[in-house]
T-cell receptor, first 116, second 115 residues
């Protein structure tokens, strides 16, 4: 079964500094990985995904993620954090199901706090 | 292009009642799935519908059910509500093209409070 781990419940970073939100995964076969962001009292917004190809994936709002197959990691990064980036971030892996389908297994989420 | 639309956004129900939540997927998306989000359990998959058929199901009791209509709109129903059913219910939609690379888009959710 697929699983995703986000080892940090909270990450604090100063505005203007680079940020990293960590994610490791466990899957059989090639992984399909996603990052979502959730603002208070809102749904999930898609940031980026890794399917195949370049290990550095660029997404929305200046975010990018680095896929590392040997370390089974998919860390979310941003070169310069903004206060408005403060939110809850979820890493997810798409399950491989016999009959196909669109099912995600999520990590527990990481609260990002960007301070002035 | 409109996103995934969920109604109602907020509702309060009493234990023992039932509730129906509605979801309209992004135009052209035929796959609709539902997730429950709670502080304790996080995001958990409920079920997925495709072409009016339930294609996948999570580990939830039979009180949780859903359906999909011919226009891809979906509803989920929870019967005999319990306090623990209080949660944010998220609907998601996706294309179903080959290759597993489809992006799954989420709605704003329906906040259910059971009292």
């Amino acid at each position: 079964a697929q699983s995703v781990a986000q080892p940090e419940d909270q990450v604090n970073v100063a505005e203007g500094n680079p940020l990293t939100v960590k994610c490791t995964y466990s899957v059989s076969g090639n992984p399909y990985l996603f990052w979502y962001v959730q603002y208070p009292n809102r749904g999930l917004q898609f940031l980026l995904k890794y399917i195949t190809g370049d290990n550095l994936v660029k997404g929305s709002y200046g975010f990018e993620a680095e896929f590392n197959k040997s370390q089974t990691s998919f860390h979310l990064k941003k070169p310069s954090a903004l206060v408005s980036d403060s939110a809850l971030y979820f890493c997810a892996v798409r399950d491989r199901l016999t009959g196909g389908g669109n099912k995600l297994t999520f990590g527990t989420g990481t609260q990002l706090k960007v301070e002035l | 292009k409109a996103g995934v639309t969920q109604t109602p956004r907020y509702l309060i129900k009493t234990r023992g009642q039932q509730v129906t939540l509605s979801c309209s997927p992004i135009s052209g998306h035929r796959s609709v799935s539902w997730y429950q989000q709670t502080p304790g359990q996080g995001l958990q998959f409920l079920f997925e519908y495709f072409s009016e058929t339930q294609r996948n199901k999570g580990n939830f009791p039979g009180r949780f059910s859903g359906r999909q209509f011919s226009n891809s709109r979906s509803e989920m129903n929870v019967s005999t509500l319990e306090l623990g059913d209080s949660a944010l219910y998220l609907c998601a939609s996706s294309l179903d093209s080959p290759g597993q690379g489809n992006t799954i888009y989420f709605g704003e959710g329906s906040w259910l409070t059971v009292v």
